[in-house]
């Protein structure tokens, strides 16, 4: 057998079962959610709900967006204040956007679609979308609105940015819209990262 032992793959997130799982997120793979939502809504009048927010590398693009931004996070780094997002009541928003740990993305979309008024946008693997366990649990009773599949790969490295980084891992956005609901819809986000990277963004 010829194993594939090649530095972007050995990036792949295997992560203890008691593990925060904290991967942030580099912040030109949340303009380009942004972007994409702007064709639906306004979103320079709404508010959105970061609440795995780590150290806010997704909640910064997410400000140059929405009039509000809510940030927490279970172990905030310097950044939004503490709360477990499943844990009681979480507040009213228009839109519950973040990068979830791996092993609680189910409930962290559930808690989202309670809480949000206009919809949930999750950053998660491509694999998370497999699996029969998932889909009966959470696809086939709450399908996503739209699946913004990214063409370029967004590197992903435990506890830190790495804008030189690469990795074999494939990710995308999960969208479900409350207001545009007529099936499960799928988008290339075509190459955009040159585009959408900032001065600075990785300086923090
Ligand atoms: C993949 S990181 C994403 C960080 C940030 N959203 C970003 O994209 O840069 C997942 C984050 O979820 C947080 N987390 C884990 N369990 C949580 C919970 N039950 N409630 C709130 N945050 C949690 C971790 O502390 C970690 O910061």
Redesign the pocket.
Known sequence: MVRNTSHAVMQQRHEAHDS??????PPWATRALCEWLLQYDMLGCMTAL?????????SLPLKEYFLQVES????P?DFGYQ?????GDAPPTDWTI????FR?AEQFVAQGLRCSKHGVAM?VRTSFLEGASRYRGLFEPHPPTDILQFVERVPMFKGRLDPKGSTATSYCWVVWQKYNQTGTRFHWLSPCRKKLERAGDYDR
């Open positions: 925060l799982d904290y991967f942030p997120t970061e609440p795995a927010c780590g150290a806010g590398d997704m927490s996070d279970i172990n780094l709360r477990d997002f499943l844990f973040t990068n979830p740990p609680l950053l």
